[in-house]
């Protein structure tokens, strides 16, 4: 995971700076864990909605990363869209998690043709320490192969 969080601080210091880390990738999926603090916070002490985000499209993005690195590929990568619903304020450790490795295996064993573009939604769950459904994001990933 160190890897992965290395690439947080390099890449995305914002998400690190908020507390968002990797805390597990496997062929199943990947979760990421972000605490609740002052500097995450919103004015309704809670988790601010924007860093949720962050950490919910980190936990499908990640999947994405790991099947190209695996099959090393070259791709671009995109969020086209995203959808969100908040069911309870978000306090403490957050865990958000995608577990459609599935669904990113097939999408790229089509990305063979030049000039394809594919288009893949992926569903990230946010649950509390009590194990309560805090929020969910659903993210539409556009991917292309680099040739």
């Given at each position: 995971m160190f890897k992965y969080n290395l690439f947080l601080f390099k890449d995305l210091p914002s998400a690190w700076?908020?507390?968002?880390?990797?805390?597990?990738l496997d062929d199943q999926g990947c979760h990421v864990k972000v605490k609740h603090n002052w500097f995450n916070s919103?004015?309704?002490k809670s988790l601010y909605w924007a860093v949720q985000g962050m950490a919910s499209e980190l936990a499908t993005g990640m999947l994405i990363i790991?099947?190209?690195?695996?099959?090393?590929?070259?791709?671009?990568?995109?969020?086209?869209?995203?959808?969100?619903?908040?069911?309870?304020?978000?306090?403490?450790?957050?865990?958000?998690s995608c577990d459609e490795m599935d669904k990113v295996k097939e999408v790229f064993s089509n990305l063979n043709s030049k000039n394809?573009?594919?288009?893949?939604?992926?569903?990230?769950?946010?649950?509390?320490?009590?194990?309560?459904l805090v929020s969910e994001f659903t993210y539409e990933w556009s991917l292309k192969r680099k040739f």
């Open positions: 700076l908020c507390g968002v880390r990797v805390i597990k919103n004015p309704f790991n099947v190209k690195e695996s099959l090393g590929y070259d791709i671009s990568m995109l969020v086209t869209a995203n959808s969100s619903k908040f069911y309870k304020k978000a306090r403490g450790k957050i865990i958000f394809q573009t594919d288009f893949l939604k992926l569903k990230s769950k946010g649950y509390d320490s009590e194990g309560d």
